[in-house]
Structures are given as C-alpha cells and as structure tokens.
C-alpha cells in the first residue's frame, strides 16, 4: 500500500501538469457515463 501510494505522489509531484490532466479527464468520463 504505501510504496504504491508514495510512488503516485512522486509522479505527480513530477508532473504537475498530467496531475491535473489525468485525474480530471478520468473523473468526468466516468460521471458523465454514470
């Protein structure tokens, strides 16, 4: 649990820009098909 947690936060620490990209697109495509 932890490793994969802190593996996430470096990467997205890393990229900033793919952070916000990645999670946003992923979140409105699964509301918009719910």
Known sequence: R???WIA???E???????K???PRQ???GETSKV
Do not use: D, F
């Open 12 to 18: 997205q620490k890393e990229q900033e820009s793919l």
């Open 8 to 10: 996430q936060w470096i």
């Open 26 to 28: 992923l979140y409105l």
């Open 2 to 4: 932890t490793p994969g």
């Open 20 to 22: 916000i990209v990645r």
